[in-house]
């Protein structure tokens, strides 16, 4: 079971980068999903987590208003849309699922499926 995210890179302050998290091995459709971020010297931190159903979404206060979490139509694969990107927002971003009926998760212990992460560097 893997999760493999995409679309990190490299952006100035203000740019927009979409990453995408998509599943093999099985299916996440019913799972709750999320993104996390590690930046260097710090610890893995909330991002943004989305219900199964797609209907809920929580963000972290850092990033309200600029990022948007969503699902893919198949409700399988998760987006990560980051606008207005800022220095701070440089991390490894992780997106993560696990089974869950009751609503978002926001710990990362809560997670079981974890991806291998995407590097979004962003310069000043």
């Known amino acids: 079971v893997q999760l493999q995210a995409s679309g990190g890179g490299l952006v100035q302050t203000g740019d927009s980068l979409r990453l995408s998290c998509t599943p093999s091995?099985?299916?996440?459709?019913?799972?709750?999903m999320g993104w996390f971020r590690q930046a260097p010297g710090k610890e893995r931190e909330f991002v943004a987590g989305i219900s199964w159903t797609g209907g809920s979404a929580d963000y972290a206060d850092s990033v309200k208003g600029r990022f948007t979490i969503s699902r893919g139509r198949a409700k399988n694969s998760v987006y990560l849309q980051m606008n207005d990107l800022k220095p701070e927002d440089t991390a490894v971003y992780y997106c993560?699922?696990?089974?869950?009926?009751?609503?978002?998760?926001?710990?990362?212990?809560?997670?079981?499926?974890w991806g291998q992460g995407t590097l979004v560097t962003v310069s000043s």
């Open positions: 993560t699922a696990s089974e869950y009926y009751s609503g978002i998760l926001v710990k990362a212990d809560d997670y079981v499926y």
């Open positions: 091995g099985r299916t996440f459709a019913n799972y709750a």
